[in-house]
């Protein structure tokens, strides 16, 4: 009933931006939190940033600084910008949202994932 599809990532330099969207549609209620995962290869799934339907916001220790994450309600989207990135950076990236649909069902999605690279 309810899916997420990212978009915005690709091959980037250190230093470089990114920006990325997530999209949710279906038959939804109200999204409680949103969510950036990324993953690397060999590692945990790691939580980078979140945001409540309320706006307030986390950062993991290793982007704070450097990354802002920010949503459009209306659209049902958020958006993940990543500033001076860095190699260590380079990770599959997920979004992740959960919620309520209109029938009154929890959900708890996730996105394909979209390639962010940081290299010369």
């Known amino acids: 009933q309810v899916q997420l599809v990212e978009s915005g990532g690709g091959l980037v330099q250190p230093g470089g931006s990114l920006r990325l969207s997530c999209t949710a549609s279906?038959?939804?209620?109200?999204?409680?939190?949103c969510g950036w995962y990324r993953q690397a290869p060999g590692k945990e799934r790691e939580l980078v940033a979140s945001?409540?339907?309320?706006?307030?916001?986390y950062y993991a220790d290793s982007v704070k600084g450097r990354f802002t994450i920010s949503r459009d309600n209306a659209k049902n989207t958020v958006y993940l910008q990543m500033n001076d990135l860095k190699p260590e950076d380079t990770a599959v990236y997920y979004c992740?949202?959960?919620?309520?649909?209109?029938?009154?069902?929890?959900?708890?999605?996730w996105g394909q994932g979209t390639q962010v690279t940081v290299s010369s």
């Open positions: 992740n949202a959960n919620g309520i649909t209109t029938l009154y069902r929890q959900f708890n999605g």
């Open positions: 279906g038959t939804i209620y109200s999204i409680y939190a």
């Open positions: 945001i409540t339907s309320a706006g307030s916001t």
